[in-house]
């Protein structure tokens, strides 16, 4: 090599060398993820500055270009094997997101049956959850895969925090419309049909969808989001995409997103809760009710049975029904020389035996 500039062999084993001008470095494109004494990976964008001394790229008078020492190779491979574990997850979580949010909306879609009121929050749900795992999580994987760097530009920065806030606002509500849904279906069962119409459920639906864009495209394109700080910090470092909120934006959107859809959704559910402990304790009052009903008809059915007489057939006595108690005393004399006597018993409300005589 001679004024820096290595051999054609030389730079086809280890890569594109250039010259830098006015030190005695040298650039090199290095086919391997490299690391330099500030511990700053070069594996993200390729490009390695190596100081004059090391034996990975030889400066100028140097005659021959050394070769990686094996434990650079062994120090690369125990840094990427936490990228590719980390990688694998993260790809697990968006794609196990995207088909399980995709056959939920099938699901519904196919069979006539699951296509009630109820289910068209939840295919809304499933549809934002989905774009959510699409255009958020993709984004969110690549920075945290490559070491923070922002590979997309000053714009798409702007069109990945959009989406973010805008479909995790968009999830949030889709929980509070189904908290208020199934409000009225356990609580107000009665005003269930004539409430929860198409074309309520449409305008709801309709404003989950529109009013998370008021507080994520249209302050974050406009930069009314952020601080003036953080916008000359955006223009001097467009690799990085960080996002750095107001405090008026933070409050606004915090609301929006968080504070009162949870307040909705505790009160709603706090509700159904003690629908249902009511509903429980009138239910479990009436199995009782039942049980005590049937156990005393068991019982008096019982007492009537073995209150009876019957009378044996020697003694001319049989026991009749007491609706037979009114036949005349002529008749039963007239025919008792005929036929014998027959005695009947009953029982009266007062528990005394009571007997008579039939014909």
Request: proline fraction near 4%; charged fraction near 15%; charge should be neutral.
């Amino acid at each position: 090599m001679h004024s820096g500039i290595a051999s054609l062999s030389e730079a086809t084993q280890s890569g594109t060398l250039r010259q830098n001008p006015g030190t005695s470095a040298t650039v090199a494109w290095l086919p391997l993820p490299f690391h330099n004494d500030s511990g700053i990976a070069g594996a993200a964008t390729g490009l390695g500055i190596v100081q004059a001394g090391t034996t990975a790229v030889t400066t100028a008078g140097s005659s021959t270009l050394s070769e990686q020492p094996p434990e650079m190779i062994a120090t690369t491979w125990e840094d990427l094997l936490p990228l590719i574990f980390k990688g694998l997850i993260m790809g697990t979580i968006i794609v196990a997101a995207v088909l399980g949010n995709a056959l939920v909306i099938i699901s519904v879609v196919r069979h006539r049956k699951l296509r009630i009121i109820t289910n068209y929050y939840v295919v809304s749900l499933a549809m934002a959850d989905l774009l959510v795992a699409l255009c958020a999580m993709s984004f969110n994987a690549s920075v945290e895969l490559t070491g923070g760097k922002w590979l997309f530009g000053y714009f798409m920065c702007d069109v990945y925090n959009s989406l973010d806030v805008y479909f995790s606002t968009a999830s949030i509500l889709h929980l509070c419309c189904i908290s208020v849904d199934r409000y009225y279906a356990i609580v107000r069962p009665l005003e269930y049909p004539i409430t929860m119409t198409h074309n309520t459920v449409s305008f709801m639906l309709a404003n989950v969808w529109v009013l998370p864009a008021l507080i994520s495209f249209t302050p974050i394109f406009l930069g009314w989001y952020t601080t003036p700080e953080h916008k000359v910090f955006r223009l001097t470092n467009p690799d990085l995409c960080i996002f750095v909120v107001n405090k008026y934006y933070a409050i606004i959107s915090s609301c929006v997103s968080f504070w009162i859809p949870g307040i909705v959704m505790v009160t709603m559910y706090c509700r159904i809760y003690k629908e249902a402990v009511r509903q429980r304790k009138a239910l479990s009052r009436t199995s009782s009710n039942i049980l005590l009903n049937s156990i005393h008809q068991h019982r008096t059915s019982q007492h009537n049975r073995h209150s009876h007489h019957y009378l044996h057939p020697s003694d001319g006595e049989l026991q009749l029904p007491s609706r037979m108690s009114g036949i005349s005393t002529t008749s039963r004399q007239s025919s008792s020389e005929s036929y014998p006597r027959i005695k009947a018993t009953e029982l009266n409300a007062n528990g005394e035996l009571t007997e008579y005589y039939l014909a």
